[in-house]
């Protein structure tokens, strides 16, 4: 991390991680997706996105927090795609895609309205893959870029 963006860190009695309970801790981040947890144990490196959602807002980016199945997760290290809306709907919004899968229509669930997102837009956004929606008569790929985080 660079001197304008100091390694941010944090002590803890007790911390569970993934069913996992570790003491005596001392949390900080290495980069943008991974932290280094010391502990009475020893040493470990853990992903941001597993820690508690309650530590998880405070450890990640903002901008890289979303909504997701009614859980705060980062989007750091979720693929970005990029493309123009081809279509508004109520639940996302149809993508053509560029780069790799140019021409590509996929569907990206998310909340048009409150992203701000408008037919004829290009759009650039991480969002981790769903399998495939039935959008206008069609099967396409489809993916969640969950909802803006705002926090509380």
């Not at 502990?39 to 959602?53: F, Q, T």
């Not at 991480?126 to 399998?131: D, I, L, S």
Request: aromatic content about 6%.
């Amino acid at each position: 991390m660079s001197r304008r963006d100091p390694a941010r860190e944090e002590k803890f009695d007790r911390l569970t991680i993934n069913g996992v309970t570790y003491t005596n801790v001392l949390l900080r981040t290495i980069n943008a997706i991974e932290g280094a947890l010391h502990h009475n144990g020893g040493l470990e490196k853990v992903r941001l996105a597993d820690l508690p959602e309650a530590i998880r807002v405070r450890f990640c980016d903002p901008a890289s927090l979303r909504l997701v199945g009614g859980h705060v997760v980062s989007t750091n290290g979720w693929p970005g795609l990029s493309g123009k809306i081809a279509n508004v709907l109520t639940n996302g919004v149809l993508v053509k895609l560029e780069g790799p899968n140019a021409g590509t229509l996929a569907f990206m669930a998310c909340d048009p309205a409150a992203e701000g997102l408008y037919e004829g837009q290009h759009l650039t956004l991480c969002a981790q893959e769903a399998g495939s929606a039935e959008v206008e008569g069609k099967t396409v790929p489809a993916y969640d870029a969950g909802l803006r985080y705002k926090a509380r």
